[in-house]
């Protein structure tokens, strides 16, 4: 037997069909087998609770950051930056078991922590992340406006003036995850003087910088969302981002982070063929399990054939970050093909799951609903095709 396929305490997920995971090391295996074992035990138990209250479970930031495994891209003196095909796996394992949990871990040590990183001065870097990689500093990534989603790019009406040793900014963001609580806010803002998009860092307690929670959310209801006003904004100029002077630099952050939807999908597809399952092997109609009906199974296969083709992409994915090779349009196609696939099995699974499947306690209707976030954020299905296919035609057919 290989080392590879010799078993261990991470053990196979039933949603890897082709063991996936074990491309990883076994100290890589290791570290996301204690991730597993703390998101069953601690965040599993409250996950419904909170998702149903909209309550955002703060009692366990401190127990995450014991974990060491924010900002697992970065480089720290003691700790050398992960391969993105072990941090996506970790990404995966948030999502299985809860999606607003991995969102708001996402936004943190993805957005948030990947913005430093990659437009950071070596200042600011040294400044911010180790805080963040422990997390006693939080952090939020204010992109969306709210009349500029898919449009961000040319819609984006936040300014940025520079005024002595001060930035002013000037205007509003929507759907800013962790912002209602964060300490660290990127905040993209069109500068007055150049017309181009600048990054700032604006720290908790700023004088004009307000985010207020959305209500009446119906997916992710656990991720605090804000809506952000900026009114006359100061900002010390040490904290406009020093490699975050257009655009281009800001996708340079969307383009890992949209690979990173592709994981946060596969991940909660697993967590969808677990819980679909379960209850199939276990609910009994007509004197038998509903497993044993052909149709229950037929939905099982699919699902699981969607998980297994959405993880070989996103493992793919992660390769070809780590190369150093990894282009927009592949992004995009992760993104899109692996939310479409979650978006069909949990339908899929809901109907095996009949009509429990509308009622909170078994879990399902959560993953049901935090679906349709995850295949609208990040770019929605249509403009992620847009790009694709002006990749593979070579003509744009944005306007």
């Given at each position: 037997m290989t080392e590879q396929s010799t078993p261990d305490e991470l053990g196979d997920l039933p949603?890897?069909?082709?063991?996936?995971?074990?491309?990883?090391?076994?100290?890589?295996?290791s570290v996301l087998a204690?991730?597993?074992?703390?998101?069953?035990?601690?965040?599993?138990?409250?996950a419904l609770d909170?998702?149903?209250k909209a309550e955002f479970p703060h009692h366990l930031v401190p127990e995450i950051a014991e974990l060491d495994i924010a900002g697992l891209a970065v480089d720290f003196p003691d700790r050398k930056a992960a391969g993105k095909l072990f941090g996506s796996f970790i990404a995966a394992e948030f999502a299985r078991v809860d999606a607003s949990i991995a969102t708001f871990f996402g936004v943190h040590t993805g957005l948030?922590?990947?913005t430093i990183d990659q437009c950071g001065s070596d200042e600011q870097r040294d400044r911010w992340l180790p805080r963040m990689r422990t997390m006693e500093a939080i952090g939020s990534f204010g992109l969306t406006e709210p009349n500029g989603g898919?449009?961000?790019?040319?819609?984006?009406?936040?300014t940025a003036r520079r005024d002595g040793d001060t930035w002013v900014l000037d205007g509003a963001k929507r759907w800013i995850g962790n912002a209602t609580f964060a300490d660290l806010n990127i905040i993209w803002a069109r500068d007055e003087a150049d017309g181009h998009v600048k990054g700032f860092v604006v720290e908790k307690g700023t004088p004009g910088f307000t985010a207020r929670k959305i209500e009446r959310k119906t997916?992710?209801?656990?991720?605090?969302?804000?809506?952000?006003?900026?009114?006359g904004c100061r900002v010390p100029a040490e904290n406009k981002l020093a490699k975050a002077n257009s655009f281009?630099?800001?996708?340079?952050?969307?383009?890992?982070t949209r690979g990173g939807v592709a994981w946060s999908a596969v991940g909660a597809m697993m967590g969808t063929f677990e819980l679909a399952r379960d209850y199939a092997v276990t609910r009994e109609q007509f004197g038998r399990p509903i497993a044993k009906f052909q149709l229950v199974q037929e939905h099982l296969?699919?699902?699981?054939?969607?998980?297994?083709s959405s993880l070989g992409m996103a493992v793919r994915v992660a390769q070809l970050q780590d190369q150093g090779i990894f282009r927009d349009e592949q992004a995009a196609l992760a993104k899109l093909f692996c939310t479409t696939r979650l978006r069909a099995s949990v339908a899929r699974a809901r109907e095996i799951f009949g009509g429990n499947g509308i009622v909170l306690d078994y879990e399902i209707a959560k993953v049901f609903n935090d679906a349709e976030a995850l295949y609208s954020y990040e770019g929605t299905r249509e403009i992620n095709s847009l790009i694709v296919g002006r990749a593979v035609t070579g003509l744009g057919a944005f306007v």
């Open positions: 949603g890897d069909f082709y063991g996936y995971a074990h491309l990883l090391s076994p100290d890589e295996r204690r991730v597993r074992r703390f998101l069953e035990e601690r965040v599993r138990p409250i909170q998702w149903e948030a922590m990947g898919s449009d961000v790019a040319g819609g984006l009406h936040t997916a992710l209801r656990t991720v605090q969302n804000a809506d952000i006003e900026l009114v281009r630099d800001t996708g340079r952050v969307l383009r890992a296969a699919t699902i699981v054939g969607n998980v297994t």
